[in-house]
């Protein structure tokens, strides 16, 4: 649906030229964690996108939900070395952008089973 294609290809380019965001960064003590901050957006996302599509098929909803384990797995490879600590305000920006751009590759996706 979404992370066998192209689009997903380019956007983990995309994360990888960005990836100096999370190179020496601070370790702040308290706070919600990178691993925190990915899960509460990409949820927050998959709610948005069964709101949009209230008559999504149940097979298409559980595909949604394993390819979201696999880019939470993919994003947690990439980020190990700051998985556990507190994201920076730019890094939560990229963050924020880069999860909206998933959302939008599943807003077209899900545009084909309409």
């Not at 599509?53 to 595909?63: D, G, P, Q, T, V």
């Not at 390819?67 to 890094?91: G, N």
Request: with cysteine.
């Amino acid at each position: 649906m979404v992370v066998d294609t192209d689009g997903y290809n380019a956007l983990v380019d995309y994360f990888i030229e960005n990836m100096d965001k999370f190179k020496d960064a601070d370790d702040p003590i308290e706070g919600e964690t990178v691993d925190e901050f990915i899960h509460e957006l990409l949820v927050d996302q998959l709610m948005a996108i069964c709101d949009q599509n209230k008559n999504m098929k149940a097979e298409i909803r559980f595909m949604v939900m394993r390819e979201a384990d696999v880019i939470i797995s993919d994003l947690e490879q990439a980020l190990c070395e700051v998985w556990v600590k507190t994201p920076t305000k730019s890094q939560k920006d990229f963050l924020e952008e880069f999860i909206s751009l998933i959302k939008n590759m599943f807003d077209a996706a899900l545009s084909d089973f309409r």
